[in-house]
């Protein structure tokens, strides 16, 4: 599978979004793990899970901003070397340029593409950017 035993992170918010990237990705072959928002519990949460991969919602609730758990992650020094991508229905052409510079190893666009979305992710853990 293209996907095989890659651990991947998912930290989003909208229960439904959640279960549609998790069953997808599983059926590729990773093992998915997951937060709902951005709180105090994600860096435990990735701590004990130990992601090859960081999936990061851009709109969260309660004030916080996908750019602020990108921050938050990247404060821990085991987190430095793990790509994060963004996963978001935000506006591509605004948001691009900011996951870029904010260090981002990549942006899917919501709604997803079924079909290359796990191929996107692996791409990813190849070292291949993927700015969609």
Sequence with gaps: MILDNKRIFYVEDDVKNRII?????EHAGAVVGFARWGGDN????????QPDIILLDLSMPFGVSGYDVFDFIRESEIFDSVPVIAVSALDPTVEIPK?????????????????????QIASVTTGVKVWD
Aim: net charge positive; hydrophobic share 55%.
């Design 42 to 49: 994600v860096i435990a949460k990735l701590c004990n899970f």
């Design 99 to 119: 996951a870029r510079a904010k260090g981002f190893a990549g942006f899917i666009s919501k709604p997803l593409k079924l079909l290359y979305f796990a191929e």
């Design 21 to 25: 990237v998790q069953t997808m990705l």
